[in-house]
T-cell receptor, first 115, second 113 residues
Framework: GEDVEQSLFLSVREGDSSVINCTYT??????LYWYKQEPGAGLQLLTY?????DMKQDQRLTVLLNKKDKHLSLRIADTQTGDSAIYFC???????????????FGKGTKLSVIP | DTAVSQTPKYLVTQMGNDKSIKCEQN?????MYWYKQDSKKFLKIMFS???????INETVPNRFSPKSPDKAHLNLHINSLELGDSAVYFC????????????FGPGTRLLVL
């Protein structure tokens, strides 16, 4: 079945860049997502990339996709303490019919930003 | 304005009780979902509905029964609650046509004692 893998923890100093990595197994994935979950809060969609793109930049966020290696990364420039959260990689693969897509999530990477 | 809302935000209840969680979206989306996030933060899909029709029904105990009175609402009823049902339940919605992006609600934190 589909699988999405992420490292569980990442610690960076404030002002440095953070790079969160994700690998996935399903080559038929059409969209790949990054969600952010702050403590005690819901899931916030950060960004997504369509599978025919290599890179997407959105302000401090850069998403890189290596489709050959099935590797996705999220780079956060100038990381701030407010970026401390769990970041989930997700792939949208299974089309279940009638406009319903199943998201498969990684286990999340907990980013800790040291002041 | 809230896009995807859930009530209640917190729910503490005794084992064996029956409870419901409600979800509403004002995005005009056609598809709605329920996900479960366990204590280790693993997120798994439970159900999805498109225009009030059940599409995805993962391996979930039949104590869980989703109901969609209209395409803007998807409720989750749980019978005979068990300790293992303690989790955060997230509702999500998507347009269900060209775009697959799913927007999530704030979650309902269920604790079964």
């Amino acid at each position: 079945g589909e699988d999405v893998e992420q490292s569980l923890f990442l610690s960076v100093r404030e002002g440095d860049s953070s790079v969160i990595n994700c690998t996935y197994t399903d080559s038929s994935s059409t969209y790949l997502y990054w969600y952010k979950q702050e403590p005690g809060a819901g899931l916030q969609l950060l960004t997504y990339i369509f599978s025919n793109m290599d890179m997407k930049q959105d302000q401090r966020l850069t998403v890189l996709l290596n489709k050959k290696d099935k590797h996705l990364s999220l780079r956060i420039a100038d990381t701030q303490t407010g970026d401390s959260a769990i970041y989930f990689c997700a792939e949208s693969d299974s089309y279940s019919g009638a406009g319903s897509y199943q998201l498969t999530f990684g286990k999340g990477t907990k980013l800790s930003v040291i002041p | 304005d809230t896009a995807v809302s859930q009530t209640p935000k917190y729910l503490v209840t005794q084992m064996g009780n029956d409870k419901s969680i409600k979800c509403e979206q004002n995005l005009g989306h056609d598809t709605m979902y329920w996900y479960k996030q366990d204590s280790k933060k693993f997120l798994k899909i439970m159900f999805s509905y498109n225009n009030k029709e059940l599409i995805i029904n993962e391996t979930v105990p039949n104590r869980f029964s989703p109901k969609s009175p209209d395409k803007a609402h998807l409720n989750l009823h749980i019978n005979s609650l068990e300790l293992g049902d303690s989790a955060v339940y997230f509702c999500a919605s998507s347009k269900g046509r060209e775009k697959e992006t799913q927007y999530f609600g704030p979650g309902t934190r269920l604790l079964v004692l």
